[in-house]
């Protein structure tokens, strides 16, 4: 069992903000910014590195995360995140991009 490929499926509603062909922008249910979007793939695989063995659904998933963070108003700076294994904070093994904005980030990330 997969939380996002569940929401995927439209077992679990999701508050989307943007969709393509190949990926699905939705708004983060614990959001840590004013603006806090995830973006993932369709497709299922366990993190954002794995996801470079299909370069095209890669591509799509960054480039969604601009298109959004455009869209929000962020171009003044916005963090594009992909925390990948448990020691770095990821928690669903799907692939995600996390698009943070709306307030000043400090560096470096806790
Ligand atoms: P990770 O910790 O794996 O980098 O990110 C997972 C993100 O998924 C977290 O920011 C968490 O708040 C979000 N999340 C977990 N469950 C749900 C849910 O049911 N709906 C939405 N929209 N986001 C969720
Ligand atoms: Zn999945």
Same mark, same amino acid.
């Given at each position: 069992m997969c939380l996002f490929c569940d929401m995927l499926e439209g077992k679990i509603p999701m508050d989307v903000v943007r969709e393509t062909g190949q990926s699905v922008a939705f708004r983060d249910?614990?959001? #840590?910014?004013p603006t806090h979007v995830l973006v993932i793939p369709r497709r299922h695989v366990e993190n954002l590195g794995a996801l470079a063995e299909y370069p095209e659904e890669l591509a799509d998933v960054v480039a969604l995360g601009a298109s959004v963070a455009e869209e929000e108003g962020l171009e003044a700076g916005f963090r594009m995140v992909a925390n990948t294994g448990e020691l770095a904070g #990821?928690?669903?093994?799907?692939a995600h991009l996390h698009v943070l904005g709306g307030r000043r980030m400090a560096w470096p990330p806790g």
């Open positions: 249910i614990n959001p #840590q910014a #990821q928690t669903v093994f799907h």
